[in-house]
Nanobody, 120 residues
């Protein structure tokens, strides 16, 4: 079974940067990948999404500060986070989706998360 493993989280001060990585095991190549996050007491929310062709979508809170990209040769996705703010504090989850038929049925995969803490 394919696995997604996040890394790169940590403790930083406001204004600093982090780069998160998401490595996919096996030979599965996802059509769409994304980063979600969940802060304490809140629902999981989309941070950024990227298609197999490199088309990206960002949450308003991430636009201009975060960049999502993927290295297909390494089957790895990244989230570059600049100018981090305390409200970015959350567990960040990697997500992948592989469409399997014309009706849109898909296989979804989730990582187990990496913690980002932004605090002074």
């Amino acid at each position: 079974q394919v696995q997604l493993v996040e890394s790169g989280g940590g403790f930083v001060q406001p204004g600093e940067s982090l780069r998160l990585s998401c490595a996919a095991s096996g030979r599965t190549r996802f059509d769409t990948m994304a980063w979600y996050r969940q802060a304490p007491g809140k629902e999981r929310e989309l941070v950024a999404r990227i298609s197999s062709g490199g088309i990206t979508v960002y949450a308003d809170s991430a636009e201009g500060r975060f960049t999502i990209f993927r290295d297909n040769a390494k089957n790895t996705m990244y989230l570059q986070m600049n100018n981090l703010k305390p409200e970015d504090t959350a567990v960040y989850y990697c997500y992948g989706r592989k469409v399997i038929n014309v009706e849109g049925a898909a296989i979804d995969a989730w990582g187990t998360g990496t913690l980002v803490t932004v605090s002074s």
